[in-house]
């Protein structure tokens, strides 16, 4: 019997041609608030914060919203206008707050932001430490990120460069604020075709094939995870990981070219901040496509037994007020399809408080422990994953799909989704719309407050 058949029968529910019976709607502006007691606690054990560009440092008031929320931040270069100083003073103030929460410091890996520039020169950075064209109309000219980017690409192939940034992570870092670890921004593989919105943001396989020789490209991707290594001599107590799992990015043919770097025993961990959704050129919600998703909580499934793998969804900076919350549901669901011990989900990154209003709604119901793997209903778009107490079923299509629960293999419950609540039984059909997810729990158990990072 195949697994896709198999999944049918055990998990109990079939397509629909026809269309769907109307089922008993209780109409509620937040349904999750019925299934939560006064005393409930975010889970510390799933969710994680990017912290971004405030203009300003965290009040008290924000600072204990960040460890009501997880035990897990990082903090962008772009807060508090990329004053160190002040970055710094809100690690050190949220630790005081949360002991046991583990803050990351930021690192660019292969660029140099302008927000960085000015403390990065002032403590020893060298001119002749950025990459430079070899060949091409801009042979011995510095290499940017793009027109519209003035951020500096540096030569990791330069040892002198790497021994100046491990001191630089050891003093200006660790030694200066209660840090857990690091992670390196824009570790980037090089020479590797790149698809985005913006064409002059990412640099394409042509754009280094005309300025860079064959040689040099290998060099640079060789050279990254040396700097893996040497940053995990800095400190063994520290925890070292990488931003660069995209699916749209970093490709080779079919191939994620950065998804090697997991295999080093220096990484502990590594972000992908495009998961489910995130932000287009004109401000709006991007959304990634049943495909890309379906790689993704594949990856989830096969690469995270050694690695955590840390999930970041982006669009609740541009998302519509009133749609921000539908967009956590939805990918609050892609992700707990594809839920594992050591996988996290994020929010929030460049806009003002978006970080502190990321919360979705699922996040205290108690699902109990996954049943098997998520299971992708082709060709509807439609994705899986049964656990001990309920399931998750997610539309990732762009068209309403409809569905029944058989009169054998599952009780009654109640599918939630933060706004509307269908109270189903055996035999009743109910109908998902586009990038939708749908909580069916058929025990309303609260999950105890989790722990630990």
């Given at each position: 019997m195949s697994r896709h058949r198999h999944h049918l029968l055990s998990f109990g529910i079939a397509l629909l041609v026809a269309v769907?019976?109307?089922?008993?709607?209780?109409?509620?502006?937040?349904?999750?608030?019925?299934?939560?007691?006064?005393?409930?606690?975010?889970?510390?054990?799933?969710?994680?914060?990017?912290?971004?560009?405030?203009?300003?440092?965290?009040?008290?008031?924000?600072?204990?919203?960040?460890?009501?929320?997880?035990?897990?931040?990082?903090?962008?270069?772009?807060?508090?206008?990329?004053?160190?100083?002040?970055?710094?003073?809100?690690?050190?103030?949220l630790k005081v707050r949360a002991p046991d929460m583990k803050v990351i410091a930021y690192v660019n890996a292969t660029i140099v932001p302008p927000v960085m520039q000015n403390e990065m020169m002032a403590e020893g950075f060298q001119d002749e430490w950025y990459l430079r064209a070899e060949r091409g109309p801009q042979a011995g000219n510095v290499l940017t990120l793009g027109p519209s980017n003035p951020s500096k690409y540096v030569d990791t192939t330069n040892e002198n460069y790497r021994e100046w940034l491990m001191?630089?992570?050891?003093?200006?870092?660790?030694?200066?604020?209660?840090?857990?670890?690091?992670?390196?921004?824009?570790?980037?593989?090089?020479?590797?075709?790149?698809?985005?919105?913006?064409?002059?943001?990412?640099?394409?396989?042509e754009y280094w094939l005309t300025h860079l020789t064959d040689a040099k490209i290998d060099a640079l991707d060789e050279s990254l995870p040396t700097l893996l290594d040497e940053a995990a001599e800095i400190d063994s107590d520290k925890v070292v990981g990488f931003n660069g799992i995209s699916e749209k990015k970093f490709r080779l043919g079919d191939e994620r070219r950065n998804l090697p770097y997991l295999d080093?025993?220096?990484?502990?961990?590594?972000?992908h901040e495009e998961f489910c959704a995130w932000d287009g050129a004109q401000d709006e919600t991007v959304y990634a496509t049943t495909?890309?998703?379906?790689?993704?909580?594949?990856?989830?499934?096969?690469?995270?037994?050694?690695?955590?793998?840390l999930m970041q969804m982006n669009a609740v900076d541009a998302a519509n007020p009133s749609s921000v919350d539908h967009v956590e549901d939805y990918c609050f669901g892609v992700f707990m399809a594809g839920y594992e011990?050591?996988?996290?989900?994020?929010?929030?990154?460049?806009?003002?408080?978006?970080?502190?209003?990321?919360?979705?709604?699922?996040?205290?119901?108690?699902?109990?422990?996954?049943v098997g793997d998520f299971v992708y209903l082709k060709p509807t778009g439609l994705i899986t994953r049964?656990?001990?107490?309920?399931?998750?079923?997610?539309?990732?299509?762009?068209?309403?799909?409809?569905?029944?629960?058989?009169?054998?293999?599952?009780?009654?419950?109640?599918?939630?989704?933060?706004?509307?609540?269908?109270?189903?039984?055996?035999?009743?059909?109910f109908r998902i719309p586009p990038r939708t997810a749908y909580f069916l729990n058929t025990t309303m158990r609260l999950a105890a407050p989790p722990s630990g990072f």
């Open positions: 769907a019976v109307l089922v008993a709607k209780i109409q509620s502006p937040d349904i999750y608030s019925a299934f939560l007691s006064s005393g409930s606690q975010p889970s510390h054990k799933i969710l994680f914060l990017w912290l971004g560009s405030q203009g300003r440092q965290f009040t008290s008031a924000e600072l204990g919203q960040i460890a009501n929320r997880t035990r897990l931040t990082f903090f962008s270069p772009f807060h508090n206008q990329g004053q160190i100083t002040g970055i710094l003073e809100d690690v050190w103030k001191h630089f992570i050891e003093m200006k870092r660790y030694k200066a604020a209660p840090y857990d670890g690091v992670v390196f921004d824009s570790f980037n593989p090089y020479g590797v075709s790149i698809g985005s919105y913006d064409p002059d943001y990412w640099r394409g396989r080093s025993p220096s990484v502990s961990f590594s972000l495909d890309q998703i379906v790689d993704d909580l594949t990856i989830m499934k096969e690469r995270s037994e050694d690695v955590r793998l011990e050591n996988v996290r989900l994020g929010g929030g990154r460049y806009k003002v408080l978006t970080a502190l209003q990321f919360w979705p709604r699922g996040i205290n119901v108690d699902f109990g422990e996954p049964e656990f001990t107490r309920g399931y998750v079923l997610v539309n990732t299509d762009t068209s309403p799909q409809t569905l029944i629960i058989p009169a054998t293999g599952v009780i009654a419950g109640h599918i939630f989704n933060g706004t509307v609540d269908q109270i189903v039984s055996s035999g009743q059909q």
